[in-house]
């Protein structure tokens, strides 16, 4: 079971759309397999809910992050994840002096997707931002699935 874990800052607002369209996404993409995808942050304190506006941005789309609860990035999530996936070069350059033993299963989203830059945080912005960055997170993802199963040696076929 492949695991995949998208990391951002907080685990509140780009790293919860991020698991919810990754899952959707990777799911649809290789139907033969069952996923693992979670997120986490670099700097989260656990328990906290997604924003209101990335819910909010999520429900519009057809997901509900209403159960959501924020996660610190710990050693057990490095260690037991095929795939960590940074929203931001800083996250990470971050995991790698904590983990760089992760090296090789480590990318930023745009590393994956084939782009240049970070997907930056809506935090405190106007919902519209948001709405922005879930629709830069479903591109990038969606442009990163063939990455993906590359880098995790995915059969497409089955």
């Not at 990777?26 to 506006?53: F, M």
């Not at 930023?108 to 922005?132: C, F, K, N, S, W």
């Amino acid at each position: 079971m492949p695991t995949v874990l998208f990391i951002c800052t907080a685990n509140q607002c780009r790293s919860p759309m991020a698991e919810v369209i990754g899952r959707d996404l990777l799911t649809r993409a290789y139907p033969h397999l069952s996923w693992r995808i979670g997120s986490a942050g670099v700097r989260a304190v656990d328990g906290y809910p997604a924003t209101p506006a990335s819910a909010t941005i999520a429900g519009r789309h057809g997901f509900d992050l209403s159960r959501h609860s924020s996660r610190a990035l710990t050693p057990a999530l490095v260690k037991e994840s095929d795939l960590l996936v940074t929203m931001e070069i800083a996250h990470k350059r971050a995991i790698l002096r904590s983990f760089p033993d992760a090296g090789d299963r480590l990318f930023t989203l745009g590393e994956l997707a084939g782009e240049r830059g970070d997907v930056d945080d809506p935090i405190g912005l106007p919902i519209g931002e948001y709405e922005l960055t879930y629709g830069l997170l479903e591109r990038w993802i969606g442009q990163a699935l063939p990455g993906i199963g590359a880098l995790l040696e995915i059969d497409p076929g089955g």
